[in-house]
């Protein structure tokens, strides 16, 4: 998880599903850059059986100090677990938005339920 490029920062992320007490193994998620009206997508990843991405979403050359969000697709996770849910979904896709203002390692994890969700900025 501390692993970094040569630019000294890096992003990470991992997603734990709070109503069943295990990692949310194949969720899908989405990194973009936020500049000014612009929202580029960098890379959609998803989960590994532990909840965690298999590399860092940003570091080295590709880390940048600035505005990201991730985008959880937590609807489709759940559904995919068997969860019956309403239409529409409470939740379904979860942004978050966040800044990185220096070059360290920051780690921004979910946790989710069908009708919550938190995050903080990890470890």
């Known amino acids: 998880m501390g692993q970094t490029g040569s630019g000294g920062g890096s ?16 969720l899908s998620i989405q990194l973009f850059r936020l500049s000014g009206d612009s929202r580029i997508l960098l890379k959609t990843v998803v989960t590994n059986a532990d909840g965690r991405c298999d590399a860092p979403l940003l570091a080295g050359d590709a880390f940048a100090p600035g505005e990201y969000e991730l985008v959880f697709a937590a609807g489709d996770y759940l559904r995919g677990q068997g969860v019956a849910l309403p239409q529409p979904a409470f939740l379904d896709t979860i942004p978050l938005r966040f800044g990185l203002a220096e070059a360290v390692h920051y780690h921004v994890p979910l946790l989710v339920s069908p009708y919550g969700y938190s995050t903080y900025r990890g470890s």
């Open 11 to 26: 992003l990470t992320t991992h997603v734990l599903d709070t109503a069943t007490g295990k990692p949310a193994g194949g």
